[in-house]
């Protein structure tokens, strides 16, 4: 049966098939859940992505974990708020879906995301929390491997946000 959990934790000590990494389009690293994954990954991330040469808002990448715990890591660039009237909603639910279908596409049966560009993107929390809890809920039953997908949060405001949602 599968299943959505949502927990507080450290998205880089999940041992799941594949932990999502919230990104910017350069796949290069940057500051919040991005640094902390290359930090935790190794050196060897960032010749991985670059072979990308960046990613678009809403698409996602795969690479393996390195030195984390993941088999694999997906990456995936959410959208910058803009204050909601530039496709922000449908941005964010394309990195939660295309994240899904690569892990699907590599035989995964477990993921865990972060909440997606609701740090330095400044999405909106709760805005995000349903758009997030909604495209997974729609995947799951469509998907041929992935049957149970984590939502790491890593604060207390942004675990009851997405607690709060119907999942
Ligand atoms: N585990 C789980 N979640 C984490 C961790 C962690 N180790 N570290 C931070 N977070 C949370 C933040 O608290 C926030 O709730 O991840 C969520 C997303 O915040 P950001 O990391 O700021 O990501 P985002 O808002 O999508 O902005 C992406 O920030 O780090 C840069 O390179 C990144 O430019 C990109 C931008």
Do not use: G, M, S
């Given at each position: 049966m599968p299943q959505i959990n949502v927990i507080k934790g450290d998205i880089t000590k999940i041992k799941v098939d594949a932990i999502v990494n919230a990104a910017n389009t350069t796949l290069m690293g940057g500051g919040g859940v991005d640094g902390a994954i290359h930090r935790a990954a190794g050196p060897a991330l960032y010749g991985a992505c670059e072979k990308f040469h960046g990613c678009p808002t809403g698409e996602a990448r795969i690479t393996g974990g390195f030195n984390l715990p993941a088999k694999f890591i997906i990456h995936t660039p959410g959208p910058i708020w803009h204050g909601g009237d530039n496709g922000e909603d449908q941005l964010l639910a394309n990195s939660y879906h295309n994240s899904l279908l690569l892990a699907d596409k590599h035989l995964c049966r477990t993921v865990a995301f972060p909440s997606i560009s609701t740090g330095v993107y400044a999405f909106p929390l709760e805005?995000?929390?349903?758009?997030?809890?909604?495209?997974?809920?729609?995947?799951?039953?469509?998907?041929?491997?992935?049957?149970?997908?984590t939502v790491v949060c890593f604060d207390d405001k942004t675990f009851t946000a997405y607690h709060s949602q119907p999942y």
């Open positions: 805005r995000a929390a349903k758009i997030a809890i909604k495209t997974i809920k729609d995947f799951l039953p469509t998907a041929n491997y992935v049957y149970q997908v």
